[in-house]
């Protein structure tokens, strides 16, 4: 049973890193400036781990296959080196390790958030809710004006809860259901929930930021591609939470001026 | 307070009549097996939730035959509606991290065995000890009452994330009645584990018998104690976290829950509060929670280990101080959960820096257990192979920790399956693992009888290949972006990934079909196993030195003296390799 | 359980001299590892009004003075409960002091309930707004605590007036230091919420 033990062992190893070495789960197409960090980072990480997890997997499997079930009262002895030569591997390993990681991460990190959006950004509203998102540009006036929580009206298409009749700022607003952005240009999405937590994640894009109820926030991003993204929701946030999402369409600047021109026109 | 007297410590009389030795029994031995019986009820209960989802998954629209008598609203005619499928999801989490990964490894084993390791007849207050199992039954009984009420389990996962949690029944069905029964009974379970630990802690501390120093114990011994150390913050904090939250559900204050809410089109009637407080009040205790899951087991596997390889650990001590850095370290982590939250940002590089330094007493751990084996003489059987498999499991489970301890990966990784084929490989299986291990170690003791071999080296192999086929996949699923906690897949890369799902679902149904193998062997060895021994294993500490299974009072009234450690293996001894921690014989190399 | 178990328990015929200062022992640590995970909740408790402050919708609302009364009380009960120790060591009067102690405590909780119905009366109740509901959540809880002291007192004077040698010098030392730890914390507490809410 040990050898057996030392083989299945050795076996699942393999066959466990064997899809993420032939390359069989990668991350979709990164269409971010800052992403390539991050899958730098996630590769790295990805090499180191999986060596750490092959050589302890295949360690243990030989260990127990050679040292198992030999004759009662057989000599027994401890490897050279002992707890002192362990402690210090753990060290040495782990600790260039966390430093390696630990220093190279902080680079990916301060590029999302350490980072202020350049004064150009475009700003462009989210608000997150049961079971949607929407999307409100501030139109020509370039000023979003206030939400009144008390006047969102879903039945006449009121999410944010603008006040037009009152508020001159909000005449101009443009709420879309979907997020339009033209490509190459740094957007600025400020996140506001309307009931519970919900979260912006866009797999292509490397980013998922929380929707926190009371907490307004704010991330920023540069798509390099134009094309269709789906925007999904991994904040558990109800029953629908499975179904919500939209989509971040990248358009290129003439498309996207189109677009605008359109949405301003049927206001 | 009766207990603290001297005279009523020296255990309670021997317990007379069935209520007595069996329901409200001082005894610990009988309360540990409580524990151990609860989990048991809980782990099969929480597995078959996980059976339904799994299946829910892949089949969206087979039909569960009988589900629809359990829940008329959440599965009409048997199929599971996307309401119904959160509300499984956050009972199996909730009934698997508390009732299962705390109840068996740490309150069950440890109240069994602690004393006895020790040398003490009882527990230091036994009463409290009733008191905190009985506590520890409420809660579950008032957990599962939340399938039987029309509003259905709660659908805000076992994190209870506030506000969802928090606002009542407009945010969705379960969140009514369903999530004021779930956070009463954390709040009962709360109180249960601390008179439980308090009770470990001074047992340890001050119950020791003759000869028994601190250095002494055994390890598994150290987990209970250090786990009961963690417990005794973490849940000290849950309580209050919990308490907040009934208010804000039933009283209408607003600690968690911020202005301007607008939920089902009603603007909601609270103002200020803080949803970030109550992730940080719950992950408080919630990164602690992970180590008192899996250091009973980490100690359980190093006694099975140790026994099993016939010459001691590399170095006990180094364990021992692992472990006791692992628990201090889980107090500085806990925003590693949050790392997308909204947190500031500078307090994610804060928190990811000690998450990643936990690593290292991990490693230790690791290396020293693998070290051990190296010149071993193992002896195979169905406890050691789980020991093994735990060192395994151990592994898989915390290298991928690296990726979710650095807040850069993190934004891409998290909330995805990568993240629940971590947890479950590290903190569930690797536990259980751990449980299944002492199981079959110590179940001689516990009955007299030994457990059947055979099916249980045959339930290792099905549980063993089967965990790593249904939770492998996830890190794969994860690494291409399946979001977690969604009831069905529609979104529009989830296709390709169904024959995946596909897979982990069949392996996961067949890997839990095994399990009734293990309960098959626990029920028929109770009744019909061959009678053991007092020390079938050859073991050196003090629960071999008691009849199977032990008389009421442990030691029959004596007092044992402690002359060695409880690492005397591949020595000559008058009994063979090994010299047990009560006899006076010395080691002769 | 009665004192008469020291004679029936076939245990305590043969239980030696360190087997019960080990349980003496215990009991000791038991108190203090129960105070420790008392001020951890404590403390959570602290960071939650400290993050809950920072979120918004923080007023101030004025203490009612019957706290400070209150205050007084309960410090002065802790100065009865130190002489019902020495009472004890001398065999005399520790019915007396124990039962003033009672007595004290009890008018401590009755004390807060007022303090609690003056809220009320000024419109101030649990939901009202954060500071209420920390002010109420901070005595409600300590009160609670408090009052399972106070059954350990009422269980104590039984004893006392059952005749001094059924008990113990540790539960009352015991008992004491619970007793005074609810002193400090509700000083504590008075300095949270007079600073703070």
């Known amino acids: 049973m040990g050898k057996l033990f030392g083989v299945v062992l050795a076996i699942i190893a393999i066959l466990s890193a064997y899809p993420i070495v032939a390359h069989w789960y990668v991350q979709p197409v990164d269409i971010s400036t800052h992403g390539h960090a991050i899958d730098e980072q996630l590769a790295d990480t990805m090499a180191e781990a999986g060596l750490s997890f092959l050589g302890a997997q295949l360690l243990l499997a030989f260990f127990v296959w050679r040292f198992s079930q030999r004759k009662p009262g057989s000599r027994v002895w401890n490897i050279p080196g002992g707890a002192t030569l362990m402690v210090a591997a753990a060290f040495i390993l782990v600790g260039t390790e966390i430093l390696a990681l630990g220093v190279l991460g902080q680079k990916a990190w301060a590029n999302v958030y350490f980072t202020p959006p350049k004064p150009d950004a475009m700003q462009i509203q989210s608000q997150a809710g049961q079971f949607a998102f929407y999307f409100r540009y501030p139109g020509v006036d370039g000023k979003f004006g206030p939400l009144h929580p008390d006047k969102i009206d879903e039945g006449n298409s009121n999410f944010f809860g603008l006040d037009p009749a009152n508020d001159v700022e909000s005449r101009d607003d443009i709420v879309s259901a979907e997020l339009d952005v033209p490509v190459n240009r740094e957007i600025q999405l400020l996140m506001h929930a309307k009931d519970v937590g919900h979260s912006f994640y866009v797999r292509e894009l490397r980013i998922q930021q929380d929707f926190v109820p009371g907490l307004d926030l704010a991330v920023h991003f540069t798509p390099t591609q134009t094309g269709k993204y789906e925007i999904v929701c991994t904040q558990l946030c109800g029953l629908g939470h499975y179904n919500m999402k939209a989509y971040l369409n990248v358009l290129s600047q003439e498309d996207f001026d189109k677009w605008m021109k359109q949405k301003i026109s049927e206001q | ?589 | 359980m009665a004192a008469t178990t020291v004679v029936t328990s076939p245990i305590s015929q043969i239980a030696d001299a360190t087997r019960v200062s080990g349980h003496v022992e215990a009991s000791r640590s038991g108190i203090w590892v129960g105070i420790f995970a008392i001020i951890m909740s404590f403390a959570a408790l602290t960071s939650a009004l400290l993050v809950r402050q920072g979120s918004g919708e923080w007023s101030h609302i004025v203490i009612p003075s019957i706290l400070y009364a209150n205050t007084l009380i309960l410090l002065l009960s802790s100065v009865t409960m130190e002489m019902s120790r020495r009472a004890l060591a001398k065999s005399a009067g520790v019915t007396a002091w124990i039962g003033i102690t009672l007595l004290l405590g009890l008018s401590f909780v009755a004390g807060q309930y007022l303090a609690w119905r003056h809220l009320a009366a000024q419109g101030l109740y649990l939901a009202t707004n954060p500071n209420s509901s920390f002010l109420y959540v901070f005595t409600g809880m300590h009160a609670l605590h408090l009052l399972g002291g106070i059954a350990v007192l009422v269980y104590l004077l039984g004893r006392v007036i059952g005749g001094y040698t059924s008990l113990r010098p540790h539960l009352l030392d015991n008992t004491a230091v619970y007793w005074h730890f609810m002193g400090g914390l509700w000083l504590y507490l008075l300095f949270v919420i007079s600073t703070r809410l």
């Not at chain 2, 001082?26 to 989802?53: C, E, N, P």
């Not at chain 2, 600690?255 to 719950?282: T, Y």
């Not at chain 2, 060192?391 to 934004?411: K, R």
């Not at chain 2, 982990?504 to 149904?509: E, P, S």
Request: charged residues 10%; neutral net charge.
């Open chain 2, 1 to 589: 307070m009766e207990q603290t007297q001297p005279q009523s410590v020296h255990v309670h009389a021997p317990p007379e009549g069935f209520l007595w030795k069996y329901v409200f029994s001082l005894d610990h031995k009988v309360i540990g097996k409580q524990y151990y019986g609860l989990a048991l009820i809980a782990v099969f209960t929480g597995m078959i939730l996980s059976w339904l989802m799994r299946f829910h998954l892949v089949w969206p629209n087979a039909k569960i035959v009988g589900l629809d008598l359990i829940s008329k609203s959440g599965a009409p005619g048997g199929v599971i509606t996307p309401e119904y499928y959160l509300s499984l999801l956050t009972m199996h989490g909730t009934l698997m991290v508390f009732f299962v990964l705390t109840n068996a490894p740490f309150a069950g084993f440890g109240n069994y065995f602690l004393p006895i390791q020790i040398g003490a007849e009882d527990m230091a207050f036994p009463r409290f000890n009733m008191m905190s199992f009985w506590t520890t039954a409420a809660a579950f009984l008032v957990l599962v009452l939340a399938f039987f009420i029309p509003d259905g389990p709660p659908i805000s996962g076992w994190t209870a994330y506030a506000p969802l949690s928090a606002v009542g029944s407009d945010a969705g069905p379960g969140l009514g009645w369903g999530q004021n029964l779930w956070a009463i009974s954390i709040g009962l379970f709360c109180i249960g584990q601390l008179l439980g630990s308090l009770n470990f802690i001074a047992t340890t501390l001050d119950l020791r018998t003759k000869g028994m120093t601190l250095m002494r114990m055994p390890i598994c011994t150290w987990a209970w104690f250090i786990t009961s150390c963690i417990g005794l913050l973490a849940f000290a904090v849950l309580l209050p976290a919990c308490l907040l939250l009934i208010l804000d559900r039933m009283a209408g204050t607003s600690f968690f829950i911020p202005s301007g809410l607008v939920i089902s089109d009603r603007l909601q009637n609270h103002a200020g509060g803080s949803p970030l407080l109550w992730q940080h009040l719950f992950w408080f205790f919630g990164h602690p929670e992970v180590y008192i899951a899996i250091l009973p087991a980490m100690g359980i596997v190093s006694h099975v280990l140790v026994t099993s390889m016939r010459k001691p650990l590399l170095s006990a001590k180094v364990i021992i101080y692992s472990m006791i850095s692992i628990g201090f370290l889980s107090y500085m982590v806990w925003g590693h959960h949050m790392f997308v939250s909204g947190m500031n940002p500078f307090s994610s590089l804060l928190f990811s820096f000690p998450t990643l330094t936990i690593t290292i007493p991990a490693t230790i751990l690791t290396l020293i257990w693998l070290g051990s084996l190296y010149g071993a003489n193992i002896r195979i059987t169905a406890a050691s192979l789980f020991a093994l498999g735990f060192v395994s499991m151990f592994v898989s489970g915390g290298v991928t920790g690296f990726f979710l301890a650095q807040p850069s990966i993190d934004i891409y990784l998290h909330a995805t399956y990568f993240v629940v084929g971590h947890f479950h490989m590290v903190m569930g299986v690797a536990a259980i693992f751990g449980i299944l291990s002492g199981t079959y170690f110590w179940f001689p003791k516990m009955t007299g009888r030994m457990m059947n071999e055979t099916l249980g080296q045959l339930h290792f192999w099905f549980t063993f290949i089967g965990t790593y086929c249904i939770f492998m996949p996830f890190h794969y699923l994860g690494l291409v972006g399946n979001v977690r906690r969604y009831a069905s897949f529609i979104d529009d890369f989830m296709p390709a990934l169904m024959p995946v799902h596909r897979f982990v679902t069949i392996a996961a149904l067949i890997t839990g079909a095994a399990q009734f193998i293990f309960l098959y062997n626990l029920i028929h060895s109770r009744f019909f196993g061959k009678p053991a021994t007092d020390n079938p294993w050859d073991g050196t500490s003090l629960e071999w030195s008691i009849p199977s299974p032990p008389p009421w009072n442990n030691f029959g009234g004596k007092h044992p003296v402690v002359y060695h450690d409880a690492h005397q293996y591949g020595v000559k001894g008058e009994k063979g390799d090994f010299i047990m921690q009560d006899s006076p014989e010395t080691a002769a190399g």
